[in-house]
């Protein structure tokens, strides 16, 4: 996902004189749950998704639709070697149906880095997104990974993420708690094979943009891709299927933990609310297995508006940035999210907090929010 990814490394340094305890046998990639899974939901509509939903460098879940003359998709994946996964999944699940459309929920990089290997496969797909998600896939400042082929600017992506696998080794031997170290260790693994999935990667704009909504129409299956307010990003997209009666949310819904770069607090929690609205029977987070219930958006709607009215207060006492975020203080909160592991502990400040605090605090104060992931 994670242009910052390389900052919240970093950040996340931890040292330890503690020696690590040996393992048996090893786990590996596939035993993390990385890779991608087929999942029936509804007539017509499945997701696929990472087997296990959180990781260092996660994949954004991707859904498929089944109209009478193809498959719309919701997402692409999230990198080349991700795509390449997708595309034998819907050949495998959905033998002799082509791709007609693919609709990006948003910029961030996984979830449409997959579009190049779904455009190999299906060429005449249409590239859909909405205006705002659009201009920004068409800015080659706006992802780290270039719009036409770069040999040089793809050896350092390439570079870049193994570089991480070996912060990963060195971290996970000094961590201190089991959980740590388990985290690391499968970092260690992970960035390996992610470094391969990102050999070739590029920015890809979509060819079509709407600015309310847009419906590829269909006896069994219509499909309306909406835009319902800023929330995760500047452009989220949300998808719905009357006929399912599913919805596909994006990253306005993540699980286990929310993400919260570049966010808008109030504006998110307004669309939070249109969504339980449509009373959908499942909801498609943009990572994690899909819900059949309101619960989580419920408890991401609270979390969102506990940090928020906390830094306003904060604003209002006359703190500074660093000072707000420090007073923020959601440990009942938090543990409805991480279940008290230290590992999602972790990942719950650098992904949730630390940027949405930065947001809260920018609205408090009437200052724009900065799409960016941190990096
Ligand atoms: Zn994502």
């Known amino acids: 996902m994670f242009a910052g990814t390389r900052r919240t490394l970093l950040l996340g340094a931890g040292a330890s004189l503690l020696a690590p305890p040996a393992f048996a046998a090893e786990p590996t990639l596939a035993d993390d749950g990385y890779f991608e899974v087929w999942e029936e939901l509804a007539a017509g509509v499945a997701v696929i998704r990472q087997a296990k939903p959180f990781h260092l460098q996660p994949i954004g879940n991707v859904t498929v639709i089944e109209q009478s003359d193809g498959l719309v998709l919701v997402d692409s994946g999230g ?12 050949r495998g699940n959905r033998p002799g149906r082509p791709v007609k459309a693919v609709i990006l929920t948003h910029w961030h990089g996984d979830h449409p ?13 249409r590239t859909i997104a909405t205006e705002a998600t659009k201009a920004h896939l068409s800015d080659p400042k706006t ?27 060195d971290t996970a ?22 470094a391969q999935d990102m050999d070739g990667a590029l920015t890809l704009a979509p060819r079509e943009g709407f600015t309310e909504r847009l419906v590829i129409d269909d006896a069994a299956a219509p499909v309306e891709a909406l835009f319902l307010g800023r929330a995760n990003t500047d452009g ?19 699980a286990p933990i929310p993400f919260g770069f570049g966010s808008y607090p109030s504006d ?4 939070l609310r249109r969504i339980r609205d449509f009373q959908a029977d499942v909801l498609v ?20 508006e506990a940090t928020r ?11 500074d940035a660093q000072q707000a975020r420090a007073a923020v203080t959601l440990d009942a909160g938090a543990s409805t999210f991480t279940g008290g592991d230290p590992w999602l502990k972790r990942w719950f400040a650098s992904y949730f907090t630390d940027p949405f605090v930065v947001s809260a605090w920018k609205e408090a104060k009437g200052e724009p929010i900065v799409q960016s992931l941190g990096g």
């Open 268 to 271: 998110w929690l307004a669309v």
């Open 113 to 125: 880095l997959g579009l190049g290997e779904i455009l190999k496969a299906w060429p005449d797909a």
């Open 79 to 90: 990198s080349p070697g991700s795509g390449r996964r997708i595309v034998k999944l819907i």
């Open 143 to 169: 992802m780290n990974t270039p719009a036409a082929p770069d040999s040089e600017a793809n050896a350092k992506v390439v570079a870049k993420f193994k570089g991480f696998a070996a912060y990963c080794r």
């Open 309 to 319: 009215d906390q830094v306003k207060a904060s604003v209002a006492a006359g703190l």
């Open 285 to 304: 987070p943009g990572h994690g297995a899909p819900m059949r219930d309101d619960r989580y958006l419920s408890a991401v709607r609270a979390l969102i």
């Open 173 to 194: 031997a000094k961590a201190e708690s089991a959980a740590e170290k388990a985290g690391w260790a499968a970092g260690a693994r992970l960035f390996p094979q992610y």
């Open 236 to 254: 989220d997209a949300v998808v719905w299927l009357p006929r399912q009666r599913v919805i596909v949310t994006g990253d306005i819904l993540v």
